[in-house]
């Protein structure tokens, strides 16, 4: 059974610029997580989708945005990049279901912005 | 204050010990509580998931729970430096997948 899949594993980016990550999870889970892991704030909750919806959003602005299409794959969007951007971006696949499910993380996307 | 808190450790403990983390969470009303394992320049990976007040088994692993307390424990028996990790302890509200970690505990295991 394939894992969550996050592309690119690496990317480098200029300030200004806006970056699209990717995520496809395990197959038959219908939600897709996605958090920003630094040093300095750890793991903190970005955004979930469900069925194309968006169920729960943290507290970031709103330069930060996803999708996720009808095959559960789901996709982040960063735009106008800032230095304080730059993290390991991972994603957490889970079936979505009421009480809190296991969630799988991908192996994440690390950005980084100069 | 943060909704889950643990101690960042560093946790040293030789190999063969138990080693024993901690957790504790704000949210009474949180349903679902997990362990992850992360090793340096990984991705968490899912270890133990505990529901319901007690004590859970899995190989090696026993996690705690005790919700009036709202606390949360991880034991390693026999702990291997293969071990040696930083473990995060999340936490689900009564919100579908919308987990809060803790800045996790990093873990040394001495041969």
């Known amino acids: 059974k394939a894992g969550v899949t996050q592309t690119p594993r690496y990317l480098i980016k200029t300030r200004g610029q806006q970056v699209t990550l990717s995520c496809s999870p395990i197959?038959?889970?219908?939600?897709v997580s996605w958090y920003q892991q630094t040093p300095g704030q750890g793991l903190q909750f970005l955004f979930e989708y469900f069925s194309e919806t968006q169920r729960n959003k943290g507290n970031f602005p709103g330069r930060f945005s996803g999708r996720q299409f009808s095959n559960s794959r789901s996709e982040m969007n960063v735009s106008t990049l800032e230095l304080g951007d730059s993290a390991l971006y991972l994603c957490?696949?889970?079936?979505?279901?009421?009480?809190?499910?296991?969630?799988?993380f991908g192996q994440g996307t690390r950005l980084t912005v100069v | 204050q943060k909704e889950v808190e643990q101690n960042s450790g560093p946790l040293s403990v030789p190999e063969g010990a138990i080693a024993s983390l901690n957790c504790t969470y704000s949210?009474?009303?949180?349903?679902?509580f997990f362990w992850y394992r992360q090793y340096s320049g990984k991705s968490p990976e899912l270890i133990m998931s505990i529901y319901s007040n007690g004590d859970k088994e899995d190989g090696r692993f026993t996690a705690q729970l005790n919700k009036a307390s709202q606390y949360v424990s991880l034991l390693i028996r026999d702990s291997q430096p293969s071990d040696s990790a930083t473990y995060l302890c999340?936490?689900?509200?009564?919100?579908?997948?919308?987990?809060?970690f803790g800045s996790g505990t990093k873990l040394n295991v001495k041969p």
């Open positions: 949210d009474r009303g949180s349903q679902s």
């Open positions: 957490a696949s889970s079936t979505g279901t009421a009480g809190g499910t296991e969630a799988f």
């Open positions: 197959s038959g889970h219908r939600s």
């Open positions: 999340a936490v689900n509200p009564l919100n579908f997948n919308k987990f809060y």
